[in-house]
């Protein structure tokens, strides 16, 4: 079983919809990630999470939010999807013994129509 | 804030070797680190430099010069599944998250 699991992997939804993406993992990190990548503009940093009770925005939060519903659990929602959000998204988790290491899930694409 | 430049694409044939370069800027520095992504595929680690100098695992190998803002990644002894993206990434001193470089395409032909 892969240690960073992201569900869906694939999505297609319309303008409008509200959407959550979720990951979870198993490596007992207590920091993660959420990060979005369009072609050319690599790795864009959405919301982190240090433990529970810590959210920060990233680079790119508008339209965005997060929960953090345990040390295990951070999951991405888009309140009211537009095509500008059609991306390809990663979860992602350190330790923070290791923070220069981290690590990925599989992605999830995401299509707004 | 941090900026990183790499080349956005570079090509070699299979045996070779090929350097991946990175220039940063930041207001501080806690290392540089690399990572490989096939297409369709996941982000992976690859190596990290907090210190000047050059760190080897295996055919791949990254070099820091703090003094320059430069980094680098060797890949020798190309083989077609390094085909793939390349990221340089700093970790921003505030807030303790990476900041990634857009990546390089690395093409290997045979």
């Known amino acids: 079983d892969a240690d960073v699991t992201q569900t869906p992997r694939n999505r297609i939804t319309k303008t409008g919809k509200r959407i959550m993406l979720e990951c979870s993992q198993t490596k007992g990190h207590d920091r993660m990630y959420w990060y979005r990548q369009d072609p050319g503009l690599g790795l864009r940093l959405i919301y982190y999470s240090f433990d529970v009770k810590d959210i920060n925005k990233g680079e790119i939060s508008d339209g965005y939010s997060v929960s953090r519903q345990a040390q295990a659990k951070f999951s991405l929602s888009l309140e009211s999807a537009i095509p500008n959000q059609t991306a390809l998204y990663f979860c992602a988790t350190s330790d923070f013994r290791a923070k220069n290491i981290q690590y990925f899930g599989a992605g999830t694409r995401l299509s707004v129509l | 804030g941090q900026s990183l430049e790499q080349p956005s694409e570079v090509t070699a044939v299979e045996g070779a070797i090929v350097q991946i370069n990175c220039t940063y800027q930041?207001?501080?520095?806690?290392?540089l680190s690399w990572y490989q992504q096939h297409d369709g595929g996941a982000p992976t680690f690859l190596s990290y430099n907090a210190l000047d100098g050059l760190e080897e695992t295996g055919r791949f190998s990254s070099f820091l010069s703090r003094s320059d803002s430069y980094g680098y990644l060797l890949l020798q002894e190309l083989q077609m599944k390094d085909s793939a993206s390349y990221f340089c990434?700093?970790?921003?001193?505030?807030?303790?998250?990476?900041?990634f470089g857009t990546g390089t395409r690395l093409l290997v032909s045979p």
């Open positions: 930041t207001s501080g520095f806690y290392g």
């Open positions: 990434a700093v970790r921003d001193t505030g807030f303790q998250k990476l900041v």
